[in-house]
């Protein structure tokens, strides 16, 4: 795609200061650009940045000092870069039609425009809604429903009775409602749990590359709509999120916790079973969380604490060996002094 400056500025609602001619041939990040390219800054120390890169614009807050490169002001430049990622984004080329190498049970009901690749296998029961695709490789077990225009990419895994909402993305090796671990232990044998509950994901939701969220013991469990989970997440049975949580990779939430709205769990935090963490809660990367947790809070550590209580521990703990150190001079100073009086 090829665009002017000023093209660009009347699509993100921009005004343009220098060459409105300029033209526009790709986006990238201030470290990568290239001639042709736009960038943004949001920062002075961003913008010295830019106006030593080689990009030909740079999309900038609105009372931002001139560069001498053409600038496209707006109240949020990282918005308007994210909108202009949508811009110059190549259009999806997904697949198209049901290929012949597809194994598709009689009994499934596919809306008449699906997309289904080379080697997908669809049981009996399942449902798919209008305008969704699925990449070569996917198994949709029997009874699943797959609402419209969801996007499963190769080597999904949903299995029996899994239900997906609109517009839900999946990415590849994820799997969705496989057994719960329960098992109990007599005479030193474990034996396995049933598991006959199932899966629900609600609209807008987005699954990275091999997450897995296994199906519930009895009941649901449950990941709310416009829920974003990164690659590598194990969530348990039971477990509850809320709407629109953020979750990172390789986090781990044990079974039926329950998250609120808005939860933000950072890199490898673990989430012990039957907790509950409150809406608007964040806790930061490789945190335990072994409790309750309120929300509208951030939080920190193993376990996790409120954030800035638990950094204030860990200065006090980086003076451990100054104060026993002073505790032992203390203790010498006494011993000496008693010494004294004793003669």
Same mark, same amino acid.
């Given at each position: ?7 660009? /500025? ?24 290239? &001639?042709? +390219? ?11 940045? !830019? ?5 030909? !614009?740079?999309?900038?807050?609105? #009372? !931002? ?5 053409? $600038?496209? %002001? ?8 994210? *909108? ?24 499934? +009901? $596919?809306?008449? +425009? ?8 669809? &049981? /009996? ?16 077990? %029997? +009874? ?42 007599? #005479? ?15 609209? #807008?939701?987005?699954?990275? /590359?091999?997450?897995?969220? #296994? ?6 469990? %449950? ?12 969530? /348990? ?52 969380? =072994? ?12 376990? =996790? %604490? ?15 060996? &100054?104060?026993? *150190? ?16 004793? &003669?």
């Amino acid at each position: 795609m090829k665009l002017t400056v000023q093209a660009l /500025a009347q699509r993100l609602n921009a005004q343009v200061e220098g060459d409105a001619n300029t033209l526009i041939t790709g986006i990238s990040s201030i470290e990568f650009a290239q &001639e042709g +390219d736009v960038v943004f800054a949001e920062s002075p120390r961003y913008l010295r940045l !830019a106006e030593h890169c080689p990009a030909s !614009a740079v999309i900038v807050w609105q #009372d !931002a000092p001139s560069i001498g490169k053409p $600038l496209l %002001r707006v109240a949020s430049p990282r918005q308007a870069f994210l *909108e202009a990622l949508r811009i110059f984004a190549p259009e999806p080329q997904h697949p198209q039609g049901i290929d012949l190498n597809a194994v598709i049970s009689p009994d499934a +009901d $596919l809306a008449e +425009d699906v997309a289904i690749g080379a080697g997908c296998v669809i &049981e /009996a029961g399942a449902r798919i809604g209008q305008g969704s695709v699925l990449y070569p490789l996917c198994y949709i077990g %029997r +009874d699943v429903q797959i609402g419209e225009q969801c996007i499963l990419y190769p080597n999904v895994t949903l299995m029996h009775g899994v239900k997906l909402g609109n517009r839900v993305i999946v990415h590849s090796g994820a799997v969705i409602g496989a057994d719960g671990f329960g098992y109990v232990t007599v #005479d030193g044998v474990h034996h396995k749990v049933p598991h006959i509950g199932t899966v629900e994901v609600g609209d #807008d939701v987005e699954i990275g /590359a091999n997450v897995c969220i #296994d199906r519930a013991k009895t009941g649901v469990t %449950r990941i709310g709509s416009g829920t974003k989970i990164d690659n590598l997440v194990h969530i /348990a049975h039971n477990v509850q999120v809320g709407e629109n949580c953020l979750l990172v990779a390789q986090v781990g939430i044990a079974g039926s916790s329950q998250l609120g709205r808005y939860v933000v769990l950072a890199g490898q935090v673990g989430v012990t079973d039957h907790v509950s963490i409150g809406d608007g809660a964040i806790v930061a990367a490789q945190s335990g969380v =072994a409790g309750n947790l309120p929300g509208g809070q951030r939080y920190f550590g193993s376990p =996790a %604490r409120e954030h800035a209580k638990q950094l204030r521990l860990m200065a006090y703990a980086s003076r451990l060996p &100054e104060l026993f *150190e002073r505790v032992r001079e203390l203790e010498r100073q006494l011993g000496s002094s008693s010494e004294d009086r004793n &003669e």
